[in-house]
């Protein structure tokens, strides 16, 4: 038998989620069956879109249950193996994280080769942060020869690389992040104009004068007034990447109300929601651009790292504090 | 020397125009010189979006000049011509509406051939709001088999056609509109439900009762609560024309805040402003569909209809009351 220790979700956050709302419980794992691999996870992740499984609400992925370990990505190792297709100490990649070790059918894993990478890449800028961000700027946003480029949450996992890949493709860059700390990163990676929203009184004049002749393009990772920013400054046609609105997550009662939509109409402005998951169609095309660019040294990247399954709801709590530059992660083993 | 009546914008409108904001100037207009005609407007069109020009801010059209007469399509008759292109008795086509008379070099109007239609077909479902409907529909939200489509300002000269080509292309359409006698004009065009927003307390609770499998399509001419319940209803890859919003265009201070555009995040929804003079493109598909929809009867309208030029600044204000069904004009002559 192997323990594992695992976080349950077990109240519903009201708000903003604290550490009440959740539980961690230890689990006998009993000898995995025939075709079933025994996993224990080394690193997984925390993503603000975790937060919208937490609400009882259908969405594009159903609620977590209230009593049961929740779900999200992980990397980890095989310590056992009864299906051929993966041997102990092979490096698997599955949707069971917030858990030490688990039991699963071998096809419900995949194994990983990481291309020299360290791992826990692939739970950032190799993988879904990055794709996202490959996605929304490149294929949502459809950027274009002479585009202005507006990141919001510009130094977070998907904002960082969207900032990048914006640079290598030869854009003026404007980001928006909070603090000194993420300031200084977002300039290291080349951004051209990065504001302090937390140190603007005026989002919109702050981003008019980053972007005096407005912007073509805008990814959005945190919503409210920093829509109405994007809105005020957008040129004609410009077009709008809707990844998230982490500002509004955890909103009681009513959210944020934009007011300058109207815009849209006489801009002709798009604006166009994605998941991810809807373009895995373009996963080729993403692994080989972003292989050739980390390869090549042209993409940087930046973790913060949480170690322990008992500090994974403190570094989840933190996404919502602005308290992680770049991916944040918790290590495992 | 002909006298020639127009309406100059005398102040610009803070909030929803008023009487004191146009004032009505005599010109006598001199006999034509080379190449030019003169044209004696029998009809023109009032419509909202001239709200916009009247204001003092840059905009996909310039704003209109303090003292001088307004813009706006007209259709005339050519009472004195100078050139050869056009004799007297043509039916012409101008944006010299907001005037009894004009002279203009003979390019700058065009001869129109009515088809058999009322002339003043040509300032409404033949024209440019007819053409706002199609462009819209079919090409901004990509109409396509299966889709419920919501329409906003249905009983408006752009919404009554939205509505018959979703109709005439087998759709489940809802409308909204303000008042009994609109709610009957929808019916009687075929809208599957018709929401009457002056009576409704939640409007998003209509739309979903209305639509309880929710909208694909939204035809976005109001703006405010409309947005709202539709980003509510709405469908996953659910695809939004922005159109217009006329509820807001009279705002003064904020603008009614929109609280769920973070709904387009999860929903992967597409919002798509536009300008129907950047798709001129597809004027000869637009004119081949309409005339056929025309000629074989399968699209009805109505009109409302002030007669004469000092009665045009009240029936521009009606716009904003509410008080047109379907296209609101001015008869000159």
Not at 274 to 288: G, T
Not at 318 to 325: A, H, Q, R, V, W
Request: charged share 20%; net charge neutral; glycine share 12%.
């Amino acid at each position: 038998m192997t323990t594992s220790r695992e976080i349950h979700l077990k109240s519903r956050p009201v708000g903003t989620p604290v550490a009440a709302n959740f539980e961690m419980v230890s689990v006998e794992l009993a000898a995995p069956g025939p075709g079933e691999v025994q996993v224990r996870n080394t690193w997984m992740t925390v993503d603000p879109y975790m937060r919208g499984r937490m609400n009882d609400v259908k969405s594009y992925s159903p609620p977590f249950a209230l009593g049961e370990a929740m779900q999200g990505g992980a990397i980890g190792e095989v310590t056992v193996s009864n299906d051929p297709s993966l041997k102990v100490g092979d490096l698997v990649q599955s949707m069971n994280g917030w858990r030490e070790a688990f039991n699963a059918p071998a096809g419900a894993v995949q194994k990983l080769d990481t291309f020299g990478l360290p791992p826990q890449t692939f739970l950032g800028i190799a993988g879904m942060p990055g794709m996202t961000a490959w996605v929304g700027l490149l294929k949502i946003a459809a950027l274009k020869d002479g585009d202005v480029v507006f990141v919001s949450g510009a130094a977070g996992a998907v904002g960082s690389v969207v900032v990048q890949i914006a640079k290598l493709k030869g854009h003026k860059v404007i980001g928006s992040a909070g603090g000194a700390d993420k300031v200084a990163f977002l300039k290291s990676i080349g951004c051209d104009e990065v504001i302090d929203y937390k140190a603007e009184k005026d989002l919109t004049a702050a981003l008019m004068k980053a972007a005096p002749t407005g912007i073509d393009v805008y990814f959005e990772n945190v919503g409210g007034a920093h829509m109405d920013a994007a809105l005020a400054a957008a040129r004609p046609f410009a077009r709008f990447a809707l990844c998230g609105m982490i500002s509004q997550y955890n909103a009681t009662g009513d959210m944020y109300g934009v007011k300058n939509l109207i815009m849209a109409v006489g801009k002709s402005i798009r604006l166009q929601g994605f998941i991810v998951s809807n373009h895995f169609d373009v996963l080729p095309e993403f692994l080989k651009d972003m292989s050739g660019w980390i390869t090549g040294g042209k993409l940087k990247w930046k973790e913060t790292v949480d170690e322990g399954i008992e500090n994974a709801p403190g570094a989840f709590l933190k996404l919502f504090k602005g308290e992680n530059t770049g991916k944040m992660l918790v290590k495992l083993s």
